[in-house]
């Protein structure tokens, strides 16, 4: 089974950078995701980690360690707009379709 | 830019009857998957769904749910006798590929049970 543990809440101020981490324990590892989720709509895909390592999209990042089981994303000037849940995503390796197993996601406030 | 669409998006429904949600994945994609999520808790898996079978399915996925791809382009969900409990926001979510691509979710649809 899958263990995926991420804060519940955090706050940031506008035009700062917020880092939400992520720590998961799987039996086997093929995949972690981060996904945005506005109050009431789809999770949308933000980002795919399978190496170790940081990918850097825009103004978002996120690393991966899979030695330490952990993730994070990081987030940069943030925006008004950037308010919402952040969802971490792990897929197991097993042969088939395999799902993706979700944190209960880090709602994020962003003020003024 | 292509994106999976879900009909209707808001369904009212009385305990104890057949409900079906639709779904049109994105057209070259070829893994469908259905989540739920009730409000306020985690998104979660319930069925994969690959080459007109299903691959992987979760304990909530019982005898009371089936999928179906009943042509080239629709994705069905059937609940075949709804519980309050089924109330929650079904999402269908697709992918190019099983093992690395990343899956992309429809609008949703909010099921309400009475």
């Known amino acids: 089974g899958q263990n995926i543990d991420q804060p519940t809440e955090m706050t940031a101020t506008e035009g700062a950078i917020v880092q939400i981490n992520c720590t998961y324990q799987t039996s086997g590892f093929n995949g972690l995701f981060w996904y945005q989720q506005h109050a009431g709509e789809a999770p949308t895909f933000l980002s795919y980690?399978?190496?170790?390592g940081l990918e850097e999209k825009g103004r978002f990042s996120s690393f991966l360690s899979r030695s330490k089981g952990y993730s994070y994303l990081l987030l940069k000037e943030l925006q008004m707009k950037d308010s919402a849940s952040y969802l971490c995503?792990?897929?197991?390796?097993?042969?088939?379709?395999?799902?993706?197993?979700f944190g209960k996601g880090t709602r994020l406030s962003v003020i003024a | 830019e292509p994106e999976v669409t879900q009909t209707p998006s808001h369904q009212v429904t009385q305990m104890g009857q057949e409900v079906i949600l639709r779904c049109v994945p994105i057209s070259n994609h070829l893994y469908f998957y259905w989540y739920r999520q009730i409000l306020g808790q985690k998104v979660e898996f319930l069925v994969s769904?690959?080459?007109?079978?299903?691959?992987?399915k979760s304990e909530i996925f019982d005898d009371q749910f089936s999928v179906e791809r009943p042509d080239g382009s629709n994705f069905t969900l059937k609940i075949r006798s709804t519980k309050l409990e089924d109330s929650a926001m079904y999402f269908c979510?697709?992918?190019?590929?099983?093992?690395?691509?990343?899956?992309?979710f429809g609008p949703g649809t909010r099921l309400t049970v009475t």
């Open positions: 979510a697709s992918s190019t590929t099983a093992a690395r691509g990343e899956q992309y």
């Open positions: 769904f690959y080459n007109n079978e299903i691959s992987e």
């Open positions: 995503a792990v897929r197991e390796w097993k042969s088939g379709n395999t799902p993706l197993v």
């Open positions: 980690n399978v190496l170790d």
